[in-house]
């Protein structure tokens, strides 16, 4: 079989997977590239101004992505090797790292559309595919080597951290632009949102314990700081309490034996 490796037992890599994987990181890369030199629709900076009253972070937080795309290519070329067997922690997040990186690169395709709720369910199901395949994977860390667990779980769980809080920009920009929040109400609802993403980190950091995922929450979390600081001080010292609540939740967590 064409890329399959064999783990000790007999299972090969199934193929579709594997390609599946390789597929979805080349477009998740070359969507946005795609989109800037034919100058598709309208670029991310725009969609989300029409609505980053309520919350935004500042624009160099969203360099994030370069690291991401990286560590992703990295991931997708090694499980691609011949050399690279199957194993349990593969299976386990192969699938939904496919699917969470191809719908990042719909959200690409979406967002120049201005569909905004379209963009809300699409985000929704990156996050959820991600975060999903790094919850499976905990129990079968001790599966692979530490360089193989690195490779796989260090990309995802970048992507996973960022798309938990982007996944709540989302939201709040679209419902923003949408007319939905705003006015005395945005406060609140930049409250609530920093709220839900430091809860859901929580949660995903007690269960995986990833070092990369809490570096992403925190990073998005300075990000809203930066971005927030000047005109809405509540949420941007709310944003960066967040980050040090994450930060220690992992220190926490971490601990654990």
């Known amino acids: ?141 001790d599966t692979v080597s530490p360089a193989a667990r690195r490779i796989m779980l260090w990309p995802l769980g970048l992507l996973g951290g960022w798309l938990t809080a982007a996944a709540a920009l989302n939201i709040l920009t679209v419902a923003t632009a949408e007319g939905l929040v705003g006015g005395q109400s945005a406060a609140a609802f930049a409250v609530a949102g920093l709220i839900a993403v430091t809860a859901a980190a929580l949660a995903m950091l007690a269960r995986t314990r990833s070092l990369f995922y809490a570096a992403a929450v925190v990073w998005a979390f300075i990000g809203v700081w930066a971005a927030e600081r000047a005109d809405a001080v509540l949420v941007a010292w709310l944003a960066l309490a967040c980050a040090a609540i994450t930060a220690l939740g992992w220190v926490a967590f971490s601990r654990r034996p």
């Open 1 to 141: 079989m064409a890329g399959a490796g064999r783990l000790a037992g007999g299972v090969d890599k199934p193929a579709i997977r594997t390609f599946a994987i390789v597929l979805a990181v080349v477009f998740a890369i070359g969507t946005p590239i795609w989109r800037e030199l034919v100058d598709f629709g309208i670029n991310q900076a725009a969609f989300a101004s029409a609505g980053n009253e309520t919350l935004r972070a500042a624009g160099w937080a969203f360099s994030i992505w370069g690291v991401i795309y990286l560590a992703s290519a990295i991931y997708a070329g090694w499980q691609a090797l011949p050399s690279t067997p199957e194993s349990p922690l593969l299976r386990a997040v192969g699938w939904p790292s496919a699917i969470g990186l191809a719908a990042c690169a719909d959200w690409i395709f979406v967002s120049a559309m201005n569909w905004r709720w379209l963009s809300v369910l699409v985000i929704l199901i990156a996050a959820g595919s991600i975060l999903f395949g790094l919850w499976r994977a905990e129990p079968k860390k």
